[in-house]
C-alpha cells in the first residue's frame, strides 16, 4: 500500500502534498498502518501513516499514540455523531479514544475532518482492531484519506461523502480470502508469525470494507486492483441518483470507447494480476498438500513434494537435531558447529543423480561464509540469483571427498527458513536449472511465505513426536519389565493404549517374588486417562509392589490399598486383581477390588472358565470388606487377568467380550505369547475400543514334590551341624555338588541364628529346587533380622554377612507363626 502510494506521487512534488484526484488510478488505496503497545506506545508506524499524520516513524516510534492520533477535540453540541457522517470537531472520535484505551473488544471505525500541520483539514476514514495473544500489540489501526478515493471525473462529486467504513465478514467478498493473504504486507518491520497472529484477529473481528449503501459495499484491500471496485461503486452510487441502470460496457465521450462503467486494466497490471493469483492458488496448493499427517517424517517429505517442479527443480530440507531426535524447542542461536541433518531431496533431475552425492540422513554443520549459514542465523530468506563458481566451491569444500559443484554451479538460489515461534528449525534449500528463470524477490516472499506455512506444520508435527515419545518413555517407565520366568510360572504381557493421541493411561499389570517361591500377580485400572491417572497408577502399584513384599495376605492387601487411596484423595477410583499363586501347593489365592474376573484354562481338558469371584468395591470406595478365595490348580494350567479396555466396546454388552475372552484363551497356542497375540487379534481389533489394554497371562507350572525337601530341628544349637549334613546329602542327590559347601554354609549360620532366637517351635528347614535353588529357614521369632557391620571382636552380626556375601539374593519377612528367613543361589546349568 505505502508502495502504492510512492508511485501515485509525482516526481517533484513534496510527500506532505494531497494527491491529486485521479491518483486512484495507481490501482491502490493509500492505507496508514499504525500499531500500538500495551503500554499505549506506538509500535509500528507505516510511512503513510507519516505522510497522512505529519509525523515520521523515527520521531512516531516509542511515542505515546495520543500525542500522534488526534483523537480528542470539540464535541458537537448533541455530543453524539450519526454513524457514517462528518464529525464536527478536530479528532478521530470517542470509538477510538475508547480503544486505544482499552475499553472496546470489538473493532470500531468512524469517520471525520481533522487538522494535520502542513496539510491543513483531512477527510479520514478510519478502522481500529483490538489486538490479543501472547505479543505485547493491542491495537491495530487502518486510517486512509478520504480524498485519494476521489476518481478524477468526479470533481469532488456527492457520492464519496456517503462513504461510510464498516466491517463484513471476509467470506462477503469472492476472493477476499485470497486478497486477505497479502494483509501481512502492510505491517512494517514485524515478523510473518506476529503478521500472521494479527491478520487471523482481523478476519475474525471483521474484514475492512466501504460502505455505499446499505447493499453495496467492497473490501479494503492492500492489493490491486481494489480501487478499482470503488470506481465502479461510486458510478454505480451515480447512476442510481441519475436514474440510470449501471452498465457495465456502456460507452461515453470522452471514455475512450470503454464506457464510464468499463472494467479496465492495462496490460502491465493484468500481467502483475494473473501472476499474483498464480503464486497465492500456489500457496493455497500446498497448504492443502502439507499437513495431512502428525508424522513428522511424511511431513517432511510432502513439504518437498508440494514445491518440485512447480516452484522450483530441486528441494532439499535440513532439521535441527533435536527435531530429528524428537526432543524438545532446540534452544540458543545456531551457530558453525550446530548439526544439521538433511531430511529429504526431491529433485526432477535423473533418478540416482543425487543420491550418492547428497545422501538423506547424513548429519552436518555449515560454515559462516555459506548463504545456509545466513539462513539459519537471520532467520531470513536469502536469494542468490545465480551460483557463481567461486560460491560454487566455497559451498562445496564443505563436502568431503565428494564434488557437488556440477550440481549447483549456475543454477538459482533460496534458501527459507523453517522457523516457529522465532526459533529456526530448519531450512530449505531450492534450485532451479540454469535453463529456468532465475528466482527473484516476488520468488523470495512466496518461498518466506511457503516456509512459514511449512514451519508451523512441521512444529505441530514436532510438538506431536516430542509428546508421543515423553508419552511413551513414561509409561514404558510405570509398567514393570516382569520376567518371562519365575518359580513354578512362565509369564507374557501385552499393553495396548487407548488412543493414538493419549498413550499414557491408569492400567498396570505386576507380578512380585515371595518367599516360598510363590508369585504375586496383579492387574489394575486407574480410571480415567492422561497424566493424572498414570501418576495416580503409578502411587499404587509402588504400594502394591511394597505390601506384597510385607507378603500381606490377597485381602488384606486391598484393605491397606483402598485405605491409601482415600488418604490421597477422592478423586480416583482403580479396580485391582490381585492373585498368590503357590506352585509347592498347587493353589492361587484371589482377591478383588470391582474388577473383572480372570479366566482359567485348564490343562486337563483346555476348558475356560471365568472365575467366581467376590467382585468386592474399587479402591478408593472405603468401608467395604474385600474376601479372598483359594482355587486348587494343576500344573499347566493358564490364568488369564486383563483390564476392562479388552472386552469392553462402546454399545456392545460386556458379556460378549468376556465370552470372547474365554473362547480365545483356550486356543492352543505354541508358546506364552502366541497365546497373548491370539486374544489381543480376537479382542483388540474390534471397532470402538477407546481404552487402555493391560493383559497378564501365566502358565502355571507348579513345582515337582521331589525338587522339594523339608527338615524340622530342635531348639539345640548342636543341630547346625546337621543341618549341613543334610543339604550336603540332598544337594548331591539333585546333583548339585558344586554348589554343596557353600549352601552347607550358610544354611549353619542361619539355622544357628534361628536356634538362638527361637522360643518354642522347632526350627523348619526347606530346599526347593527350581530356576534356582531357594533355601528358607523359618522360625517363631517375629523379629527380623539386621545386616550389621561386624568388627574383628564382635562375636554377632558374621552370619548375614557370610550369607550377603554367598548368595545371588537373600531376604526376610514375617509369617503368621513368626519369620522366614531365605537366600537363593544360582543353579548350574543342566548337561
Not at 489394575?524 to 497424566?531: F, I, S
Request: aromatic fraction near 6%; hydrophobic fraction near 40%; proline fraction near 7%.
Amino acid at each position: 500500500m505505502d508502495r502504492g502510494t510512492e508511485r501515485d506521487r509525482s516526481p517533484g512534488r513534496p510527500a506532505g502534498d494531497r494527491a491529486p484526484a485521479g491518483a486512484v488510478a495507481s490501482g491502490r488505496i493509500p492505507l496508514a498502518v499504525a500499531v500500538v503497545d500495551r503500554e499505549g506506545l506506538v509500535s509500528h508506524w507505516s510511512s503513510g501513516a507519516a505522510r497522512l499524520f505529519g509525523a515520521g516513524k523515527e520521531d512516531a516510534l516509542g511515542r505515546p499514540v495520543g500525542d500522534l492520533l488526534p483523537v480528542v477535540g470539540a464535541l458537537p453540541d448533541d455530543g453524539f455523531t450519526p454513524y457514517g457522517t462528518f464529525t464536527a470537531y478536530d479528532g478521530l472520535g470517542p470509538d477510538l479514544e475508547s480503544s486505544l484505551g482499552g475499553r472496546l473488544s470489538y473493532p470500531s471505525a468512524g469517520r471525520a475532518r481533522l487538522t494535520v500541520p502542513g496539510r491543513g483539514r483531512l477527510d479520514v476514514l478510519w478502522w481500529a482492531y483490538p489486538l490479543v495473544g501472547p505479543g505485547s500489540e493491542r491495537l491495530l489501526v487502518l486510517a486512509a484519506d478520504a480524498a485519494a478515493l476521489r476518481p478524477a471525473e468526479s470533481g469532488g462529486a456527492t457520492p464519496y461523502e456517503r462513504i461510510a467504513p464498516g466491517f463484513a465478514l471476509h467470506t462477503d467478498f469472492p476472493g477476499a480470502e485470497d486478497l486477505a493473504r497479502r494483509l501481512p504486507d502492510i505491517l512494517p518491520s514485524m515478523s510473518v508469525g506476529e503478521a500472521a497472529r494479527i491478520v487471523s484477529q482481523v478476519l475474525e473481528l471483521g474484514y475492512p470494507v466501504l460502505e455505499f449503501s446499505q447493499n453495496d459495499r467492497v473490501p479494503v484491500t492492500p492489493d490491486w486492483g481494489v480501487t478499482r471496485r470503488v470506481e465502479r461503486a461510486a458510478r454505480r452510487a451515480r447512476a442510481a441518483a441519475r436514474g440510470l441502470p449501471p452498465a457495465g460496457n456502456t460507452a461515453e465521450a470522452g471514455d475512450g470507447g470503454h464506457g464510464e462503467y468499463g472494467d479496465r486494466y492495462d496490460d502491465a497490471e493484468d500481467l502483475e494480476f494473473v501472476a499474483v493469483r498464480e503464486r497465492l492458488e500456489f500457496l493455497n496448493e500446498v497448504s492443502g498438500r502439507i499437513g495431512t499427517s502428525l508424522d513428522l517424517s511424511r511431513t517432511i517429505a510432502e513439504v518437498c513434494r508440494a514445491v518440485v517442479p512447480r516452484f522450483t527443480d530441486v528441494a532439499g530440507t535440513y532439521l535441527r537435531e533435536q527435531v530429528v531426535a524428537g526432543e524438545g524447542f532446540p534452544d540458543g542461536v545456531p551457530d558453525t558447529t550446530t548439526l544439521w541433518h538433511r531430511v529429504a531431496v526431491e529433485h526432477t533431475d535423473e533418478p540416482g543423480r543425487w543420491d550418492d552425492v547428497i545422501p538423506v540422513g547424513e548429519a552436518m554443520p555449515f560454515p559462516a561464509h555459506t548463504p545456509f549459514f545466513r539462513c539459519m542465523t537471520t532467520g531470513e530468506p536469502v536469494l542468490v540469483p545465480r551460483i557463481s563458481e567461486p560460491m560454487a566451491h566455497a559451498i562445496a569444500s564443505q563436502f568431503e571427498k565428494r564434488d557437488i559443484r556440477p550440481l549447483i554451479n549456475g543454477r538459482s538460489l533460496l534458501v527459507v527458513p523453517l522457523k516457529a515461534r522465532t526459533v529456526v528449525l530448519g531450512f530449505m534449500v531450492l534450485l532451479r536449472h540454469p535453463g529456468r528463470v532465475e528466482f527473484n524477490d516476488m520468488d523470495r516472499v512466496t518461498g518466506a511465505e511457503l516456509a512459514a506455512r511449512a514451519g508451523l506444520v512441521l512444529d505441530n508435527a514436532r510438538m506431536y513426536t516430542y509428546q508421543e515419545s515423553v508419552a511413551e518413555t513414561l509409561q514404558d517407565s510405570m509398567l514393570p519389565h516382569i520376567p518371562p520366568r519365575m518359580a513354578g510360572c512362565d509369564i507374557a504381557t501385552r499393553y495396548l493404549p487407548g488412543t493414538l493421541l493419549g498413550r499414557i493411561g491408569g492400567d498396570w499389570f505386576d507380578s512380585v517374588k515371595l518367599p516360598g517361591a510363590r508369585t504375586a500377580l496383579v492387574v489394575g485400572d486407574v480410571m480415567g486417562h492422561g497424566l493424572n491417572s498414570a501418576a495416580m497408577m503409578g502411587q499404587l502399584r509402588t504400594a502394591v509392589q511394597t505390601m506384597a513384599g510385607l507378603d500381606l495376605p490377597p485381602a488384606q492387601l486391598l484393605r491397606n490399598l483402598d485405605d491409601l487411596a482415600q488418604r490421597l484423595g477422592d478423586t480416583y477410583l482403580a479396580t485391582c486383581l490381585y492373585a498368590v499363586y503357590d506352585p509347592i501347593a498347587g493353589e492361587l489365592v484371589i482377591a478383588n477390588a470391582g474388577h473383572i474376573p480372570p479366566v482359567l484354562v485348564r490343562a486337563a481338558d483346555g476348558r475356560s472358565e471365568l472365575l467366581d469371584l467376590p467382585t468386592g468395591a474399587p479402591i478408593g470406595v472405603g468401608g467395604v470388606p474385600f474376601e479372598a478365595v483359594r482355587v486348587p490348580v494343576a500344573a499347566g494350567d493358564r490364568l488369564v487377568m486383563c483390564t476392562d479396555g479388552l472386552v469392553e466396546v462402546r454399545g456392545e454388552d460386556i458379556g460378549v467380550g468376556l465370552a470372547t475372552l474365554c473362547e480365545s484363551a483356550a486356543h492352543p497356542a505354541a508358546s506364552m505369547d502366541d497365546a497373548c497375540d491370539t486374544i489381543i487379534r480376537a479382542l483388540g481389533t474390534r471397532g470402538g475400543r477407546k481404552d487402555d489394554v493391560a493383559l497378564l497371562m501365566t502358565r502355571l507350572g507348579g513345582i515337582d514334590p521331589g525338587d522339594v525337601a523339608e527338615w524340622r530341628f530342635p531348639l539345640d544349637p548342636a543341630e547346625s551341624r546337621r543341618a549341613r549334613a543334610v543339604v550336603r546329602e540332598q544337594l548331591h542327590a539333585w546333583h548339585l555338588a558344586p554348589l554343596a559347601d557353600t549352601a552347607a554354609l550358610m544354611v549353619s549360620e542361619l539355622v544357628t541364628n534361628a536356634v538362638r532366637h527361637s522360643h518354642r517351635r522347632p526350627v523348619q528347614l526347606r530346599l526347593v529346587l527350581a530356576d534356582t535353588l531357594l533355601c528358607e529357614v523359618d522360625d517363631d521369632d517375629h523379629e527380623l533380622p539386621t545386616l550389621l557391620s561386624a568388627g574383628p571382636g564382635d562375636e554377632a552380626g558374621r552370619g548375614l554377612r557370610v550369607v550377603s556375601t554367598l548368595a545371588r539374593e537373600w531376604g526376610s519377612s514375617r509369617t503368621g507363626a513368626g519369620k522366614t528367613v531365605w537366600f537363593e543361589m544360582t543353579r548350574p546349568p543342566r548337561r
